[in-house]
């Protein structure tokens, strides 16, 4: 089985702009989830989708945003990008989001906001 | 607000020794816990899920033992190997969010 891939893998972009990051989870899973990785905060929780309805929420502003399709894939979208928001960006699956599942991750994608 | 802290950020151990990696959590109402390793400028490949009603878990080398009621989880890896140097991260899921801490950075000596 594949696992989870994320594209693209590297961007940079100038503040201001706006960034639309994908993530194709493993066959047949149905959440995805998403996380910031910065040196100085650690891993942060974004937001969890499921069959395309965004379940769960973390503290970031509105400028986050995703979508879920209903091929699982899932999207999500930075817009007016600052300084901060350089980090590595990386996707969860699993098969419901259910406690008792794994969450697999992919690769990452690292986002450079110069 | 759930708050996972990893002691000591980075270690080093010569090869062949037993690795002990601990985390400790501020919420108690956990779903499971999750062990990770990454790999730099990698993703994060899951080791060990630990859920709620369980207190350990084992693959091969690897053990991790879960304590709700203490916040704790622990993580031994036996007769460590250069190929285990890398960063292991604890997460707790405490509603389809997990929280981690900022990870044990392992570098093994050969």
């Known amino acids: 089985k594949a696992g989870v891939t994320q594209t693209p893998r590297y961007l940079i972009k100038t503040r201001g702009q706006q960034v639309t990051l994908s993530c194709s989870p493993i066959s047949g899973h149905r959440s995805v989830s998403w996380y910031q990785q910065t040196p100085g905060q650690g891993l942060q929780f974004l937001f969890e989708?499921?069959?395309?309805?965004?379940?769960n929420k973390g503290n970031f502003p509105g400028r986050f945003s995703g979508r879920q399709f209903s091929n699982s894939r899932s999207e999500m979208n930075v817009s007016t990008l600052e300084l901060g928001d350089s980090a590595l960006y990386l996707c969860?699956?699993?098969?419901?989001?259910?406690?008792?599942?794994?969450?697999?991750f992919g690769p990452g994608t690292r986002l450079t906001v110069l | 607000k759930q708050e996972v802290t990893q002691i000591p950020a980075a270690l080093s151990v010569p090869e062949g020794e037993n690795l002990v990696l601990n985390c400790s959590f501020t919420d108690s109402a956990i779903y499971n816990l999750q062990w990770f390793r990454q790999d730099p400028g990698k993703g994060l490949t899951s080791l060990l899920l630990i859920q709620s009603s369980q207190r350990e878990q084992t693959s091969g080398r690897l053990n991790a033992s879960l304590d709700k009621s203490s916040g704790r989880s622990t993580l031994y890896i036996a007769a460590s190997q250069p190929g285990d140097s890398a960063t292991y991260l604890c997460?707790?899921?405490?509603?389809?969010?997990?929280?981690f801490g900022k990870g044990n950075q392992v570098v093994v000596i050969p």
């Open positions: 989708y499921f069959s395309e309805t965004q379940r």
């Open positions: 969860a699956s699993s098969w419901r989001g259910r406690a008792e599942d794994t969450q697999y």
């Open positions: 997460a707790v899921d405490g509603n389809n969010r997990l929280a």
